[in-house]
C-alpha cells in the first residue's frame, strides 16, 4: 500500500445491468482505528467504509461537509450516521414502489421451510467487470504558447480556479489544465474545505509533466463562494499545496498567499504543477473561564 493514493476505493462490477461483484480497498498505509474512538491522527474505519458504501449505492460525493458522503474525512472524528442528504440520495435512486409502502414493512414470522436439494448450477461464460465511474467536474484545459495565456476552472458552485500564464512561463507550446482531485484526502485538523481540492497538470506532446516547474512563477487567484457551517469571527482562510513525499498539506512553495476578505479571493504565486486545497481555519482559541 502507498500513502499517496486514497484512503480507500469501492469497486461495483456489473453486467447488463446487473451487478456482478463489489469490493472496497483500504489502504493500510493510513493509520486506521476500528475501535470508535480514533486517536487525532487515526482514521476511523468504518466512516470510510460506510462512505465507500455509498459508492456501491450509486452515490456521489456531496457538497455538505455534515454528509457522509463528503469527499474529505478528518482524522480523529467519527461519521458513522446517515446525513438528510444521504438518506436523501438513497430514496432517490431507488424510491419506493408507490402502491407498496411502507418500503420497509416488519416481516411476519415464517416457518422454517423443509430443506431441498440444490440445483446444478450451469457454469456461465466469465464477464469482463466494469467499474462504477462516479461523476466529476470536467477538466479545464489551455494550450499555452511562450506569449502565455489564461486558464479559468470550475469545480463545483462554491468557486473557480484563475491561472494568468506570463510570457516566457513555458519554452514551447504547453498544455496547461486543472483537473479535480477524486483521492479521498485527510483534512487537516480544525479545517473545513471552502471547495474541492483540484490538481495543476501540464503535458508536452500529450505527455503529463508531473511537478513541471515554470521559467517565471504564474499566478493562480481562487474565488470562493461560500463558507463551511460553524465559521466564526476566529477563522482565517488557508491555501495549502500537497506536499505528495510526505501526505500532508503544506504551505505553498513558491511565495505568499494574499487573502481579499471582501473579495473573496486567495491569489498565490505557483512555481510547479501541484495539488492544492482551499480551507477554512478555526484560528481563534477558545479557553475556559478560571476564578481566582
Request: hydrophobic share 35%; proline share 11%.
Amino acid at each position: 500500500s502507498d500513502n499517496n493514493l486514497p484512503l480507500a476505493v469501492a469497486s461495483v462490477f456489473f453486467s447488463n445491468g446487473r451487478i456482478l461483484d463489489s469490493d472496497i480497498w483500504i489502504n493500510d498505509a493510513y493509520e486506521w482505528d476500528a475501535t470508535g474512538d480514533p486517536a487525532w491522527r487515526e482514521i476511523d474505519l468504518e466512516s470510510v467504509v460506510l462512505h465507500e458504501m455509498g459508492h456501491w449505492l450509486a452515490l456521489g460525493h456531496d457538497p455538505d461537509v455534515r454528509a457522509v458522503m463528503y469527499y474529505a474525512i478528518m482524522s480523529g472524528t467519527l461519521k458513522r450516521t446517515l446525513f438528510d442528504n444521504d438518506r436523501r440520495g438513497i430514496e432517490f435512486i431507488y424510491p419506493c414502489p408507490a402502491d407498496d409502502l411502507p418500503c420497509n414493512p416488519s416481516p411476519e414470522p415464517t416457518s422454517t421451510p423443509t430443506p431441498t436439494p440444490s440445483p446444478t448450477v450451469t457454469p456461465t461464460p466469465t464477464i469482463t467487470p466494469t467499474p462504477t465511474i462516479t461523476p466529476t467536474p470536467t477538466p479545464a484545459t489551455q494550450k499555452v504558447s511562450t506569449d502565455g495565456g489564461t486558464l479559468d476552472f470550475v469545480p463545483s458552485d462554491d468557486g473557480e480556479v484563475n491561472l494568468v500564464v506570463p510570457p516566457n512561463a513555458v519554452v514551447t507550446d504547453t498544455l496547461v489544465g486543472i483537473k479535480p482531485v477524486e483521492t479521498l484526502w485527510t483534512t487537516p485538523a480544525r479545517h473545513q474545505p471552502l471547495m474541492e481540492p483540484f490538481r495543476m497538470v501540464v503535458e508536452l506532446d500529450g505527455i503529463e509533466q508531473v511537478g513541471y516547474a515554470f521559467e517565471i512563477p504564474i499566478t493562480m487567484t481562487i474565488t470562493y463562494d461560500g463558507e463551511p457551517m460553524g465559521m466564526t469571527a476566529g477563522t482565517s482562510v488557508a491555501l495549502y499545496e500537497m506536499n505528495v513525499e510526505e501526505e500532508r498539506w503544506d504551505d505553498p512553495q513558491c511565495g505568499p498567499v494574499e487573502h481579499d476578505a471582501a473579495q473573496q479571493t486567495v491569489t498565490v504565486p505557483v512555481c510547479q504543477a501541484s495539488t492544492f486545497g482551499l480551507f477554512a481555519k478555526e484560528s481563534a482559541l477558545f479557553l475556559p473561564a478560571v476564578q481566582r
